[in-house]
């Protein structure tokens, strides 16, 4: 039999500089940029984030951009690092590599001006048509905004044509606190032949908001990001600047990190599961669901002293008010699964979910999905395990130690319910071993930094986090006066939100809320 192997495997990346955490960077050119991202897509790696650089100061004036590469098993990532001529700001399109590449691309393009040569679908994603034209709110000589003028086009939305199609534009405005988002759809009877959303109307300037704060200052932006996930995104902040200051957190401020990260994730998917059920018409369970979430904001405000459990991580650890009781823990546990048998016990519910908005697990995998939404596809993958943070317990466990990572393959509605009930019986389990190990009180760590930076541009950190939405990145650098330069953040909403047109194709109108609040995406993470 002839061994193939050598001909199938992918070739070696160059040797890369060590700059962080488990991550290397590696310098590559405009010529060699799509063969180093083919070669670390074949050797299993994700593209996590792009971010663009507007390097300017007396001692330097560039354009570069950053691609953040990770893998797991073991954790590692890498870094494709390329300059940018200002002069004529342009990178190949990686598009044809990755899917979420291209969106990347549309938007270095609208914020920095840089140019993404041969992208299949050059047009705008965060600037709308209102938007002036050669106006780059990121670039340092950007100025003050021109003015904002009415256009006389529509936005390019596909038509889909043919007998008997007809389209229902929904949003931008909607009903309740729900932020704003156009849906068109075309639509032939009930039956969606496609839906496209339009984001962004929203658009806050957050990445530009973190420059020049000091690592504390940023903090509380970071908690803002997407109001359910302030832990989430605080925690991803702090493990960025950690990985750029060479910070040691003490285990005891891991551990409760892990427990505040936990807790974020029982009140918003309860929350989640109760609305699907009002969903179907079952508002009995819906209201069940609430009085639950209502326990957990309680619970969390007695834990960190606010209901969303604001101020609890800090830069270098994290705090306490008060340890959850685990016997109260326990109890909201088997009120929860009372909740999911009811639900999955009525036939008219199951038979609204199941088949319903369906991804596929080759569609999950495509697009780049993270979070409930890929497991519930059959995508194993859970940055608490794939990207673990240090270890937790005194026999030397880790969080993904702790947890088993439920995944279901089916990738419809029902999947998504099912994802989000196992999730919660494995959060509880964590919290019951964690919470048992941790006692009321400030831990701070910062005491470890080390002051001296790299030179260059300045010291940079990443931090990867399992969010209950998803994974969520950021990636920070810091000058040498110690405040941040550039802070790049990546909610898993960016990933998700094309996921939920695919899924809907051949599904009927009527279960579009039913689809999207299976999918729940996030509008603020979306648009930073």
């Known amino acids: 039999m002839t061994d193939n192997t050598a001909a199938t495997s992918p070739p070696p990346l160059p040797s890369g500089q060590p700059v962080g955490h488990h991550r290397v960077a590696i310098p590559t050119t405009a010529a060699t940029l799509a063969d180093h991202a083919d070669v670390l897509q074949r050797r299993g790696f994700r593209l996590a984030l792009v971010a663009a650089h507007d390097d300017h100061?007396?001692?330097?004036?560039?354009?570069?951009?950053?691609?953040?590469?990770?893998?797991?098993?073991?954790?590692?990532?890498?870094?494709?690092?390329?300059?940018?001529?200002?002069?004529?700001?342009?990178?190949?399109?990686?598009?044809?590599?990755?899917?979420?590449?291209?969106?990347?691309?549309?938007?270095?393009?609208?914020?920095?001006?840089?140019?993404?040569?041969?992208?299949?679908?050059?047009?705008?994603?965060?600037?709308?048509?209102?938007?002036?034209?050669?106006?780059?709110?990121?670039?340092?000589?950007?100025?003050?905004?021109?003015?904002?003028?009415?256009?006389?086009?529509?936005?390019?939305?596909?038509?889909?044509?043919?007998?008997?199609?007809?389209?229902?534009?929904?949003?931008p405005v909607h009903a309740g606190l729900i932020e704003p988002g156009h849906f068109r759809f075309s639509v032939v009877g009930e039956t969606i032949l496609k839906l496209k959303a339009r984001l962004w109307y929203v658009h806050k300037g957050i990445e530009h908001l973190f420059q020049d704060r000091t690592a504390h200052g940023g903090l509380p932006l970071a908690e803002r990001i997407s109001g359910d996930t302030a832990v989430g995104h605080a925690l991803a902040y702090c493990l960025a600047l950690e990985d750029a200051l060479h910070v040691q957190v003490p285990v005891e401020a891991r551990r409760i990190r892990a427990i505040l990260l936990e807790l974020e994730r029982l009140y918003n998917h309860i929350s989640d599961i109760g609305a699907l059920c009002n969903d179907v018409g079952h508002s009995i369970l819906n209201t069940h669901a609430l009085r639950i979430k209502e326990a957990l904001l309680r619970l969390n405000k007695d834990t960190t002293g606010h209901r969303l459990l604001r101020g609890g991580i800090l830069p270098g650890g994290a705090t306490l008010r008060q340890v959850p009781d685990p016997a109260h823990l326990a109890a909201i546990g088997a009120d929860i699964r009372d909740i999911v048998h009811l639900a999955l016990d009525n036939s008219l519910v199951a038979e609204r979910f199941t088949g319903t908005a369906v991804l596929t697990t080759q569609q999950a995998g495509d697009l780049g999905t993270l979070g409930y939404v890929a497991r519930a596809s059959g995508q194993d993958i859970d940055a608490r395990?794939?990207?673990?943070?240090?270890?937790?317990?005194?026999?030397?466990?880790?969080?993904?130690?702790?947890?088993?990572?439920?995944?279901?393959?089916?990738?419809?509605?029902?999947?998504?319910?099912?994802?989000?009930?196992?999730?919660?019986?494995?959060?509880?389990?964590?919290?019951?071993?964690?919470?048992?190990?941790?006692?009321?009180?400030?831990?701070?760590?910062?005491?470890?930094?080390?002051?001296?930076?790299?030179?260059?541009?300045?010291?940079?950190?990443?931090?990867?986090?399992?969010?209950?939405?998803?994974?969520?990145?950021?990636?920070?650098?810091?000058?040498?006066?110690?405040?941040?330069?550039?802070?790049?953040?990546?909610?898993?909403?960016?990933?998700?939100?094309?996921?939920?047109?695919?899924?809907?194709?051949?599904?009927?109108?009527?279960?579009?809320?039913?689809?999207?609040?299976?999918?729940?995406?996030?509008?603020?993470?979306?648009?930073?």
């Open 385 to 528: 395990r794939d990207h673990p943070t240090g270890i937790l317990t005194d026999d030397g466990m880790q969080l993904g130690d702790l947890l088993t990572v439920p995944t279901h393959t089916a990738g419809d509605v029902l999947a998504r319910f099912q994802q989000r009930a196992t999730e919660i019986d494995a959060s509880l389990a964590v919290l019951d071993t964690l919470i048992r190990t941790v006692t009321p009180g400030t831990i701070d760590g910062r005491s470890t930094v080390d002051p001296t930076l790299p030179a260059g541009p300045g010291a940079s950190g990443v931090g990867i986090v399992e969010g209950w939405r998803g994974t969520i990145v950021h990636r920070v650098e810091i000058g040498p006066d110690q405040r941040l330069t550039r802070v790049k953040v990546v909610d898993p909403s960016f990933f998700n939100w094309p996921a939920l047109p695919v899924a809907l194709a051949g599904t009927i109108v009527p279960d579009f809320p039913l689809a999207n609040k299976s999918f729940n995406l996030s509008y603020a993470g979306n648009d930073l």
């Open 57 to 171: 100061g007396p001692d330097r004036d560039t354009l570069r951009a950053v691609y953040l590469y990770t893998a797991a098993d073991p954790d590692r990532r890498v870094e494709l690092h390329l300059p940018i001529d200002r002069s004529d700001p342009a990178v190949p399109t990686l598009a044809g590599l990755s899917f979420p590449a291209g969106r990347f691309e549309r938007e270095m393009h609208d914020l920095y001006g840089i140019q993404p040569l041969d992208h299949p679908l050059p047009r705008r994603l965060v600037r709308h048509r209102h938007w002036p034209s050669g106006w780059y709110p990121m670039r340092h000589d950007a100025g003050p905004p021109p003015p904002f003028g009415d256009t006389d086009e529509p936005f390019p939305f596909l038509t889909v044509q043919g007998p008997g199609v007809y389209e229902i534009p929904v949003g």
